[in-house]
Structures are given as C-alpha cells and as structure tokens.
C-alpha cells in the first residue's frame, strides 16, 4: 500500500453576528476595557443568543461552509469528528447533530472532549484515520458556546471567553503535504484547577449547585497560565527538534487563543518572531477548541502550499500538545 498522508484541503468558520464588548462588559461586572485588553488581549468577543441554541447551531453552517467551499457533496463524507466542551446534550453527539443538520447520511461521527486542545486530538484521529486507508474523506469541526457555561458575574474570568466554530476537510495524499508529526499529552493532576464542578455523574445538578455557580467555568488563574506557557512551548519546542525544524524553517505559529500574555511568552520561549505567529484573540476571545481552526481560516488567504505550520495548544484536563503541518494548498485568488 502506497504511503498516504492526512492533508487540510479545506477550511471554513462561523461566528455569531452579536458581538459582546468591552464596553458592555464594563456595564455588568466590575471591569473596563483597558483592564481586559492589557491582562487578556480581547476586545470582542461573538455571542450566541437565542432560546435552544447550542454548540450545533455554530458547527453546523460551518461544516455547510465547508462543503460548499471545496465543492463537497454530503454522501461524500465517511466521518465527522466533532471537538466541544458545550455539548448541545449530554447525548446523543453534538457531531450526529451536526451530520443530520448538513445532509451528510453515509458517515459515522462521535464528539472528542479534550477542552481547548480538541481540534490537534480530533486532527490526530482523522490522521489515524486516513493514514490506515479506511476513509478518504473527514471533517473535523470544533463547535463551542463557551458563554453556556460563562459566569457573568465573574470578573476574572468572563473576560475571556467567546463561541464559534471552524471546521476543515481532511483526505489522503501521496505528496509531502499535511500532517507530519504530533505529540500529545494529558496529565490528570490539572483536574481541580480548571473544570465545570457540577453537571456530570460525580456531582448531578441541583438547587445548590446551580445557586453556587458549579455550572460555570472555574478556573484558578496563576497556574493555569505557568502551566500553559511551559507545556505549550516545550512541546512546541520538542516537535521542532524531532523534525529538526528550526525557527527559521516555521513560516507559522498557531497558538491556542487563550491570553494574549500566554501567546507571547510561549513564543518568546520559542523563538518565533510576533510577525510568524497567528494572534486573533483580540476579535474572538478565547474559543476553546474552535481557536485554532477559526486562526488558520482567518489566515487562508495568506497561507502556501508547503508552509510549515506548528499548532500548540493547552487546555483543561490538563490537555495539551502540538502538531507539525505542510499546508495542502494554495487558495486560488
């Protein structure tokens, strides 16, 4: 069997036309614009509103997005893989959703919750996939309405977070292009500084927990950041040496959006000039797993075939990793 590679052949996003700003913030807990920008980055961030809609309402005109873009027609696609922290149910999939709301009949699809390294884990699925010669065609879509689970009342930490969603196309290729190497890691001890206390089996909703605010991000500020820096940047670091990549061989360094603090000093660490790094977070705030993908859509236009392009991202669990990337394609202007 010939050698196949996982390649991006498409990429597409969607985000809510409400935007939440600064400004408004300001008018509903204590804090101001200069506060936020200087400790997080962000100044917009898009917000789903609306009664009963969830995580699917962004993935699915994103993945639509997708298929009209690369020309895909639904019967096409063997699997959908859908990364989210804001499952729209606890079950049935947020992806089988997705699937049914595009048309797409002949796949199997399952969600993967690895918090805001979910698009490199899904991607790394897909290439697992793709590499055996089971599937040719895999969408991978982060979908996430991080306001669901968003203490407004929380000044450290409603700052941060926004919805939306981004989804690629990935099929085999025998050229030299797409995914070249990932490392990946989980550490299980990061459990009690950043998680949801309440709403699964262990800890069951109830009056009480919904009064103390269990259903809403807790995170624990200091150390989610000293872990971060280190785990994004080592790793980085590590994939860099492993394909014997130095920092002039990187035409891109993609970060997860999480704090715009978190995205320099990783950088910096590893040597990547501000001008190689992809830094959205003003726009979007943090997206969790949505980050990354919605960064290299917001970058299309500018990307070549046979960039190389290092992902990294860190996030609850904890979860992190990176992964090394030649870019498919060049978009035709």
């Not at 969603?165 to 500084?193: C, M, N, R």
């Amino acid at each position: 069997m010939k050698n196949l590679n996982a390649v991006i052949t498409g990429i597409a996003k969607w985000v809510p036309d409400y935007i939440l700003t600064n400004e408004e913030l300001a008018t509903m807990v204590d804090t101001s614009d200069e506060w936020i920008r200087t400790r997080i980055g962000t100044k917009y961030r898009h917000i789903l509103k609306g009664e009963g809609l969830g995580a699917s309402h962004l993935g699915t005109p994103a993945v639509a997005e997708l298929l009209r873009k690369t020309g895909t027609s639904p019967d096409e696609i063997e699997v959908v893989i859908c990364a989210t922290s804001t499952p729209d149910y606890r079950f049935p999939s947020t992806a089988s959703i997705i699937a049914e709301g595009c048309g797409i009949k002949n796949a199997f699809s399952y969600d993967v919750q690895a918090a805001c390294s979910g698009f490199i884990f899904a991607m790394q699925g897909a290439n697992a996939f793709i590499k055996s010669g089971l599937y040719k065609k895999i969408i991978v879509v982060c979908a996430e309405k991080m306001s669901s689970m968003v203490d407004y009342t929380d000044r450290q930490t409603c700052p941060i977070f926004g919805d939306g969603a981004a989804a690629v196309l990935i099929e085999p290729t025998e050229e030299d292009f797409g995914i070249k190497d990932a490392i990946l890691h989980t550490d299980g001890t990061g459990l009690s500084h950043l998680m949801m206390k309440a709403g699964g089996s262990v800890n069951v909703p109830t009056y009480e927990t919904v009064d103390r605010k269990e259903h809403c991000i807790y995170q624990e500020g200091r150390v989610v950041f000293k872990y971060a820096v280190s785990y994004m940047s080592d790793v980085s670091a590590k994939i860099m040496e492993d394909n014997n990549l130095t920092f002039n061989d990187v035409d891109w360094f993609v970060p997860h959006q999480a704090n715009q603090r978190i995205i320099d000093a990783a950088a910096n660490r590893m040597g990547i000039d501000s001008s190689k790094v992809m830094v959205n977070i003003e726009n979007y705030g943090n997206t969790s797993s949505a980050s990354i993908p919605i960064a290299l859509a917001d970058w299309e236009d500018k990307l070549k075939k046979g960039e190389n392009i290092i992902l990294a991202a860190f996030g609850a669990g904890f979860t992190w990793g990176s992964m090394y990337l030649k870019w498919g394609y060049t978009k035709e202007k």
